[in-house]
């Protein structure tokens, strides 16, 4: 078979386009949006400034951060329309798909969206009509489904600090809690061609809309090998419990082969760039609270996944247990990355229509050999 026609699973190693957006240095375990190293970000930057420099490619001065602010505050509510879709749609949902359906409706409300109209000062002026609203889609979807009142955004707050409040219905115990979530946006922002985001740019590739690329992206951040992850590695820190119990508990899922939640990724074969902040930052949350068991239990496992199978954990490992600690509820974890990585999406839907051609890959055919077709009556 010649090498064109060799198809690499999952797309493993294949570079699909270029890009200005982030860059991922894996045998030095770094990370970096536009340029600038996400250490250098979380130590120095708001989730704010991170937006503005995924709409814009560049950080924002003084004036611009205001105006950004200000806008971004004051396009925090939900229409009052959705508000009733969603307290009439059944209850049982999971909870990206009420993202989706938000998604979906605003694409649908904003009467600037029109099939094909891509340009640079239209997507962004969607991005910055969606991206506030998020936090308070998924605290109030969340609200909605378990029969608690609604809250609504409160405008003098921080983004972080506001979809804080918002998800849990009360004021921060404190600024390290702010921080640690804000840290979790921004290392959750953007990530290259990962699954998600390519869905995104496949996507907009159609020149289909930038509502519609979010949407699809969504749908594939909710799976449990990709987004899905963090809501899975609580659940599992949960079922062991205790530290004791951490060790026979990995290595049944190591005899079984069993996927071990929050490990393992396509790119990092050496380490996850984003995890050692998340850490440190939850762990001093922990230290706080008198609450160390989910880290020292996190500890054995990633102490036993990484001498016996060589796999690190990824970013969906700390960040579980800092949700938690957080008091967060367990199905927001996945909705809170979207909230955080619809940034990076729009960096690529811009990125994508700016210099578009349609991405359409070929496939292997491996399926019967030629045949004609019996007719309905002679068939077996
Ligand atoms: C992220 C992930 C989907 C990457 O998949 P991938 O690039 O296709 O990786 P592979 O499946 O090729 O992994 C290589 C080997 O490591 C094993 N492996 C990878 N992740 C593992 C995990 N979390 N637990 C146990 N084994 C794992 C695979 O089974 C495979 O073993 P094999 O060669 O004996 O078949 C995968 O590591 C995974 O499922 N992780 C758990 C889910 C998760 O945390 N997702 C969040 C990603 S940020």
């Known amino acids: 078979m010649s090498e064109k026609f060799k198809a690499k699973k999952g797309l493993d190693g294949i570079i699909a386009d270029d890009t200005h957006v982030s860059h991922v240095e894996v045998e030095e375990k770094r990370l970096h949006y536009f340029g600038y190293d996400i250490n250098d970000l979380c130590a120095n930057c708001s989730f704010e400034e991170v937006t503005y420099l995924m709409l814009h490619g560049e950080l924002p001065n003084w004036m611009q951060l205001k105006d950004y602010q200000q806008v971004e505050a004051h396009n925090r509510n939900l229409p009052t329309e959705l508000v009733e879709i969603l307290q009439r749609t059944p209850k049982y949902g999971h909870p990206m798909d009420y993202l989706k359906l938000g998604v979906d409706y605003l694409g649908i409300a904003d009467d600037h969206n029109k099939v094909g109209e891509n340009s640079l000062a239209i997507n962004l002026r969607k991005a910055l009509w969606l991206i506030p609203k998020l936090p308070t889609l998924v605290a109030n979807s969340y609200r909605i489904t378990h029969d608690m009142p609604l809250v609504l955004p409160d405008h003098s707050k921080s983004f972080s600090e506001n979809f804080l409040y918002m998800m849990r219905g009360k004021e921060a115990e404190n600024e390290l809690e702010i921080k640690l979530l804000e840290a979790s946006l921004i290392l959750y922002a953007e990530h290259s061609f990962n699954a998600s985001t390519f869905t995104s740019r496949v996507v907009a590739s159609t020149l289909s809309d930038y509502y ?156 019967p050999a030629k045949r004609t077709v019996n007719p309905l009556k002679s068939r077996k």
């Open 212 to 367: 519609s690329a979010i949407s699809a992206a969504i749908g594939a951040l909710k799976g449990p090998l990709h987004g899905g992850a963090n809501e899975q590695v609580m659940h599992m820190l949960l079922e062991i419990g205790s530290v004791d119990k951490a060790e026979a508990f990995l290595r049944d899922k190591i005899a079984n082969k069993a996927k071990v939640m929050g490990f393992g990724h396509r790119i990092y074969r050496k380490g996850d760039s984003r995890v050692g902040i998340m850490t440190e930052m939850g762990k001093e949350l922990a230290e706080k609270k008198g609450l160390t068991k989910w880290h020292d239990i996190s500890a054995v496992l990633e102490k036993i996944m990484v001498e016996e199978k060589g796999i690190f954990p990824n970013l969906d490992f700390p960040a579980a247990t800092a949700y938690y600690l957080l008091d967060i509820p367990i199905e927001l974890y996945t909705p809170i990355f979207v909230v955080a990585r619809i940034t990076g999406w729009t960096a690529h839907i811009i990125e994508q229509h700016e210099d578009n051609r349609i991405i359409r890959p070929e496939a292997n055919y491996i399926g």
